[in-house]
């Protein structure tokens, strides 16, 4: 299993289509499932982060009424939920919601190329699954460099780019073309992916950190009878 995946691993970086249009084509798979390889990858890649880096930070927040406490408290949630999602939940966040709004993108650039939102998904399980090794990168950043989880270098600017540079790489070796329009199909659609995972992330995030409060505050108040 373990020499399988590695094999499916060299195999996205190499030869791109080798693996996907195999999947997609094939009966005869010698390659990891793809939604396989991307959830292996993703829990494999959040364990590491959990037991090697603290990610705990002091909330910074804006003005509020002192005596509006619940509302403080759910900024906090929040705003710790959001940092989290794209530091130490990175590798899910992207495998959960990248993927799919990276297939969104390219039913728009790269429908020239591979047609079909599932096999879309098919190619960027692979591709975003691939991300995984670059993203362990990130925790000796976040571990060494003294820089506050909220600096947008930390949970954004990093985060973007360890995904962006194989990712874009896998594409261009898919489409097998130094052409400046593919180069402009293939940024358009990781930026258009990209930009879409943000806001679907930040919204998810927020729901999630209030929810968080919402059970706390319930658990102390049945605590209390």
Partial sequence: M????????????????????QFLESDDRDFFHPFLF????????TAVNTVLVD??????????????EQ??????????????????FLPISSALLLVPM???GGIFFFRDY????????????????????FQLFLIPFWMFSGV?????????????????IPTLWIYNSYIM????????RIISTFIVGYVLYAVITGFAASIIGYMIFAIQRISEMSGQL
């Fill in 2 to 21: 373990f020499s399988k995946f590695v094999s499916t691993f060299k195999e996205v970086y190499n030869h791109p289509r080798n693996v996907i249009d």
């Fill in 177 to 184: 073309s130094s052409d400046f329009m593919a180069w402009v």
């Fill in 114 to 133: 591979i047609s079909g939102f599932f096999s879309l998904l098919v190619m960027n399980s692979y591709a975003v699954g691939a991300t995984m090794l």
């Fill in 148 to 164: 506050s989880m909220l600096d947008p270098i930390a949970n954004a600017t990093l985060p973007a780019v360890a995904i962006a």
């Fill in 102 to 104: 990276l297939s969104v």
């Fill in 71 to 88: 509302m403080r408290e759910i900024a906090e949630w929040i705003q710790a939920s959001t940092v989290r999602s794209t530091t130490q």
């Fill in 55 to 68: 990610f705990s930070f002091d909330p910074v927040l804006g003005e509020f009424d002192p005596e509006n």
């Fill in 38 to 45: 991307l959830i292996i990858g993703a829990l494999v890649v």
